[in-house]
């Protein structure tokens, strides 16, 4: 195996054992399967038009194309196009299926569903890190830069899977397969300056050279190569070994998460800060809206039925985001919400709300109605008091309790306080004040004065809290758009006020921190607006229905929900309405159901189910039957012919280079002075040296040496070729001297001439050689030939048609 090759094997190694950190990101290892049956083609590709051999840059542009249309075949009639043919699939399904896999990576935990969007990214990314290693290790030869496009990969499903417990295997894999790629390289450049020899044998290497036994004899030489496989087996070693040994460095690419997700473990132990709006502007944009929880309920007022999930209740300039707080475990009666008195306490409503949650809906912290009472779940869960949250506690290393299929019931207080109990409100608990009405000091001034300007007038916390509210949602031009960027810090505020347009997060964000500025005591809450009631009572909530809202504290009522946010289908609380105060629901109601002790186990057949919801299992009765042939991608003929045609595309440029080096190659591998001597004069033509074969081989040689400008190294190699030429004209038998270095003077002529012209001379030299009229004049002279002998055969058909008439017919 020569070295390329050999190069080339172990970069699709590399690749391949690298590519094993992101086998647990997804709940199907198929696609690997199909990312090493692509790179290996990839991969062949380039070998093959490394032994032609073309330019490096035409060598990544031809498996660069060959990996875009093997993608395209593997995926085709795959997403949804909005054309016909084949370039509307490239151009829109193609982009589309890319699309849909990005937002799938958002909205799914780990492991995801592999889904063809998800599939396409995998594959298609070991794709480009293995061209980028083929590159670099093979086409450029500097293995060692490889490890840059291989860290990048195990950087990505190291982040994105958090480490494991697998984690120091697929590092130990991923940095074998590195190792291996600079063991290979090493060995093929040691390999080109000779035998690569092993220990030499005690005694047999002299003093001088540093390696020898010296006068015992006791020592021996160790190779390059094995030295380097010590060296980098040590070193793989302690990469694996220093991590467990120091506990500080447990945090790195190998050790386990931090508390960023919160430990919760014993009855000390804390929930960390933690941010869950990282997939919500995915979510309300999702394409196929999938469900993710369903429930029951007898809550005469589902409009008020928001499902909670858990309270950002710091601010630090960036984000928003819960604080560390400690937690305890679950009581059979949760206590009482902060700031509840017993006026309203009196006239609340107990509810119970039976939830189960999708498979694919892998939260720690569980969505309940608020102010919860109880909770009937099994499993292992924390209660964190101050936010009234239940966060999954920890199972293992790295492994916590999740609302993944979970099936629970929920008791919870259907609050109904009235404007005038806002209105009379005391003042809030000092405490409370302090730690709830906290701002950053890289707060800009806008947020505090339009929250001054806009509440102008207001004589307390309620009107103050119900004008803000209406001017993010009635009067104040805002506008509703999940497409802004979700920037949650300062500046992104201050950039909302003024551009006014956003999504749920920059209304509750807004109207929290201009609330505390006012001196209110503020939060948001993130979750789930009711959901859609369906025609058998239950209730479907989905990834659309995810939502933030901000809670501004009143004693008396505790954390109360404002609704700023102008969306469609979301009301304001009645209570926000002080001319109108609540008197009956203004959302439709559901009677109280007589089966609400248990979730219905799937939506009815009249469920508007979209086949993405089948597709997953969400739906229940039959699926409907879809046309497989309705995919919007071409069929299977339409893209193997285009796969044709974009081949031919690329290799009829290449054809008089392919060809040109195909003669060369033949040329100097005769070993013959006159082929050497005709390949020198092609390579002269090429630049634009015309051939005069009246000019003696000494006449030609120093007319090549003239108008090629070479410098002295290549002018005696093309005088050395000559002397060879005239020697095996004109010297007698036997006179010839032999000529060892004739390929290797060819050859540096041409490089002489290639590098004695302009960049322009060279590349047409290159791709379009001047010598190539050669194979014109073969075709001309073999159709003269044809033709020559067709007309000869003719006479004589004719000639013999003639001896066989009589004398009389003849003429």
């Known amino acids: 195996m020569s070295g390329r090759a050999r190069l080339t094997l172990f970069a699709v190694l590399a690749t391949l054992l690298t590519s094993w950190s992101l086998v647990g990101l997804v709940d199907s290892a198929g696609w690997l399967l199909q990312a090493a049956l692509l790179l290996c083609v990839q991969s062949a590709v380039g070998a093959g038009a490394r032994r032609v051999p073309v330019a490096g840059a035409l060598t990544v542009a031809s498996q660069a194309l060959v990996s875009l249309l093997l993608l395209a075949f593997l995926f085709a009639g795959k997403g949804e196009s909005t054309g016909d043919g084949p370039l509307a699939y490239l151009v829109t399904d193609f982009g589309a299926l890319f699309r849909r896999g990005v937002m799938d990576v958002g909205e799914f935990a780990i492991p995801a569903p592999l ?59 991923a940095g074998c397969g590195y190792l291996l ?13 000779g035998r690569v020899f ?7 290497v002299s003093a001088a050279s540093g390696y020898g036994s ?64 990282v997939s919500l502007q995915s979510s309300l944009n999702a394409q196929d809206n999938r469900v993710v929880l369903k429930y029951r309920t007898d809550s005469p007022q589902l409009g008020e039925q928001y499902l909670r999930i858990l309270a950002l209740d710091e601010f630090n300039g960036v984000k928003w985001e819960a604080s560390g707080r400690a937690l305890t475990d679950v009581p059979a009666r ?36 608020y102010p919860a009472t109880g909770v009937d779940i099994g499993g292992k869960w924390r209660f964190e008091p101050v936010g009234r949250t239940l966060v999954g506690d920890q199972l293992g290393k790295d492994k916590f309790q999740n609302v993944q299929g979970a099936q629970y019931t929920v008791r919870s207080l259907l609050l109904r306080p009235t404007a005038e109990q806002l209105q009379t409100a005391p003042a809030p608990n000092p405490a409370i004040r302090d730690e709830f009405t906290k701002l950053p000091d890289n707060l800009p001034p806008v947020v505090a004065e339009t929250a001054r300007r806009v509440t102008q007038g207001a004589k307390d916390n309620y009107a103050r809290a119900v004008k803000l509210q209406d001017y993010f949602a009635v009067n104040g031009g805002f506008r509703y758009d999940t497409k802004v960027s979700s920037g949650t810090g300062s500046q992104a505020i201050a950039r909302f006020l003024a551009d006014k347009e956003g999504f749920c997060i920059h209304f509750a964000f807004s109207m929290a921190s201009m609330s505390r500025s006012l001196g209110i005591p503020a939060r948001v809450a993130v979750g789930f ?3 859609a009631k369906q025609s058998d009572g239950s209730v479907n909530v989905s990834m659309r229905d995810a939502h933030a809202w901000p809670e501004l504290y009143f004693e008396g009522v505790g954390w109360t929900r404002f609704e700023p946010t102008p969306r469609s289908g979301i009301t304001v609380p009645d209570y926000s309405r002080p001319e109108t105060p609540q008197i009956q629901p203004t959302a439709p109601t559901a009677a109280p159901s007589q089966s609400s002790a248990a979730p219905a186990p799937a939506p009815t057949k009249s469920d508007d189910c979209t086949p993405a919801l089948k597709k997953l299992g969400e739906c229940g009765g039959p699926a409907l039957k879809q046309d497989a042939g309705s995919g919007g991608g071409p069929s299977l003929t339409a893209v193997l012919v285009w796969t044709a045609v974009g081949l031919a595309a690329l290799v009829l440029p290449l054809l008089p280079m392919l060809w040109r080096s195909r003669v060369r190659a033949r040329r100097l591998g005769a070993h013959e002075v006159l082929a050497a001597w005709q390949e020198l004069g092609d390579a002269a033509w090429d630049v634009g040296i015309t051939p005069d074969g009246a000019r003696s081989p000494r006449g030609a040689a120093d007319r090549i040496v003239e108008l090629g400008r070479l410098e002295p190294e290549a002018a005696r190699a093309v005088l050395r070729i000559a002397g060879a030429v005239e020697r095996a004209l004109y010297a007698p038998p036997g006179g ?26 060279r590349l047409r030299a290159l791709l379009l050689p001047r010598s190539a009229a050669r194979l014109r004049w073969a075709a001309a002279a073999r ?15 004719r000639t013999g048609v003639r001896g066989r008439l009589p004398l009389r017919d003849r003429g």
């Open 115 to 173: 889904t063809d969007g998800i599939r396409l990214l995998l594959v298609s990314g070991v794709l480009l890190v293995g061209l980028l290693v083929d590159m670099l290790a093979v086409t450029v030869r500097t293995a060692a830069a490889a490890g840059l496009p291989l860290l990048a990969l195990y950087s990505v499903a190291a982040g994105l899977s958090g480490g494991g417990e697998s984690s120091w295997f697929t590092f130990l894999l």
């Open 181 to 193: 790629l600079l063991l290979a390289e090493g060995r093929d450049r040691l390999a080109q300056w």
């Open 198 to 204: 092993g220990a030499a044998p005690s005694g047999r």
């Open 214 to 277: 010296g006068a015992g004899g006791g020592g021996q030489a160790v190779s390059p190569v094995r030295t380097g496989r010590r060296l980098g087996a040590v070193a793989l070693g302690l990469a694996l070994v220093v991590p467990a040994v120091l506990p500080s460095l447990g945090s790195g690419l190998l050790g386990t998460p931090g508390d960023g997700d919160g430990s919760g473990s014993g009855a000390g132990g804390q929930i960390q800060a933690v941010n869950p709006l």
């Open 334 to 369: 949760l206590p009482n919400p902060p700031g509840l008195g017993e006026e309203v306490r009196g006239g609340a409503v107990e509810v119970r709300t039976s939830l189960s949650s999708s498979e694919t809906y892998a939260q720690r912290y569980l969505p309940m109605p």
């Open 529 to 531: 607006t009711p959901g």
């Open 736 to 761: 010839q001297v032999a000529y060892d270095g004739l390929e290797a003077d060819v050859l540096e002529a041409r490089a002489g001439l290639l590098a004695g012209v302009s960049r322009g001379v």
């Open 783 to 797: 159709s003269s030939a044809v033709t020559g002998r067709g007309a000869a055969a003719l006479d004589k058909l």
